[in-house]
């Protein structure tokens, strides 16, 4: 079983450029109302429209904050060349690299463009 996380956004091309760019990802899938990320050949994250019904109905309320309570982790064994798009992709950090005192790693935290929180940490 793997996990393929999949956020409601208000613009799914604006969020996946920015994605993309951030996880250093490619489309797989592209379009206005749903896109995928793809790293090393795996999906990663899934972004939907938050309007957009299709077969299942809308994703979220969009009168609500997005992720309220939800953190959106990564592992990842680049953590400096993570870091380094995070810099250039001008994300809002909401905590800066820092050594995480449980887990003993690296840890960077922030808001991607709809305000979910996005962690980034290098393997325990």
């Given at each position: 079983?793997?996990?393929?996380?999949l956020?409601?956004?208000?613009?799914v091309?604006r969020a996946?450029e920015?994605?993309?760019?951030?996880?250093?990802?490619?489309s797989?899938?592209?379009g206005?109302?749903y896109e995928?990320?793809?790293?090393?050949?795996?999906m990663?994250?899934?972004?939907?429209?938050?309007?957009?019904?299709?077969?299942?109905g809308?994703?979220?309320?969009?009168?609500?904050?997005?992720g309220?309570?939800?953190?959106?982790?990564?592992?990842?064994?680049?953590?400096d060349?993570t870091?380094?798009?995070?810099?250039?992709?001008?994300a809002?950090?909401?905590?800066?690299?820092h050594?995480?005192?449980?887990?003993g790693?690296?840890?960077?935290?922030?808001?991607?463009?709809?305000?979910y929180?996005?962690v980034?940490?290098?393997p325990?």
């Amino acid at each position: 079983m793997r996990a393929q996380p999949l956020l409601a956004v208000d613009d799914v091309q604006r969020a996946g450029e920015w994605y993309r760019k951030v996880l250093n990802a490619r489309s797989g899938h592209g379009g206005q109302d749903y896109e995928q990320l793809i790293v090393d050949g795996h999906m990663i994250l899934q972004l939907h429209r938050l309007d957009e019904g299709h077969h299942h109905g809308t994703i979220g309320d969009p009168s609500l904050a997005r992720g309220n309570g939800v953190a959106i982790w990564f592992e990842t064994t680049d953590f400096d060349g993570t870091v380094a798009r995070v810099r250039k992709a001008a994300a809002d950090v909401v905590t800066d690299v820092h050594v995480n005192p449980n887990a003993g790693h690296r840890e960077i935290w922030l808001r991607d463009l709809d305000g979910y929180l996005v962690v980034f940490a290098e393997p325990a």
